[in-house]
């Protein structure tokens, strides 16, 4: 999978078209545009109409676009997807997968989108966490569209009757077995939302602890998240120095047959040089998604 950068995923109601306006200028690297729980019921079809209108109006640069649809069961799952298919966003985030057949009853229903449109499952119920491993491995047909799994806690805390506390002592299997999916079937995989948009401070250390846990970045419910997840999710200047280090190290031509070189003092291998590739690759794509959203 090509690095894109996944840091900050912004969650925005399609019945605010105040929001779908405001969406071209925030620098969040992608916009899912819902249809599902920000949405009442007679409000769908109108908010449906308005962010396929939006897609087609365009302007918003490099970021990410996604429809979060209602799911596949619901009165309003396939009307979604099939406006989805015709609009054609970068992915569209279909909730409540509990298993493999999920995700591939919302890809036979987008067999017209473009080939671009790709599929994000949101794991947020018990059956999810279960069959975490299985609903990745799909990822390797075509035909899935499947690219990233997203966390669905507050959901996933009603149905487990699980208490999300500060720390999220109680979800950290869950947060594990997620990221371990994911990874073993390369996918990315994305941490869920934080609910007190008032205390930054804690969103910040909720933020470090899904990098941490190996998450490529976390979705949001508010605008005023957006800047310290960005930060947090990116390479920092150290970092970067690092792996230029790393990279330019195994480059040598005295170090080209060497699987173990001495850096400073610390043991570096051959999966450091893959990992430094992948920071600057991030990087670097973080550089160019900043020049194209204005």
Known sequence: MV???RRSALYLPGSNPKALAKARELPADAIIFDLEDSVAPDAKPDARERIVAALKEGGFGGRELLIRVN???TPWGEADL???AAAGPDGVLLPKVDSPGTVMHAARLLRAAPENTRLWAMMETP?????????????ADPASRLEALVLGLNDLAK????????????????LATCVAAARAHGCDVIDGVYNDIRDLDGFR???LQGLEFGFDGKTLIHPSQIDICNETFAPTAAEIAQAKAVIAAFDLPENQA?????????????LHQQMAKRTLAIADAIAALHDTKA
């Not at 059956?127 to 990822?139: F, T, W």
């Not at 149905?159 to 869950?174: D, K, N, Q, V, Y």
């Open 82 to 84: 099939e406006a989805a």
């Open 159 to 174: 149905e487990t009757r699980a208490r999300l506390t500060p720390g999220r002592a109680a979800f950290t299997p869950w």
């Open 258 to 270: 060497k699987g173990v070189l001495q850096i400073d003092g610390r043991m570096v291998e051959l």
């Open 71 to 73: 799911g596949v069961h």
């Open 127 to 139: 059956n999810a966490m279960l069959n975490a491993a299985a609903i990745a491995s799909i990822a």
């Open 3 to 5: 690095a894109r950068p």
């Open 205 to 207: 250390a909720e933020c």
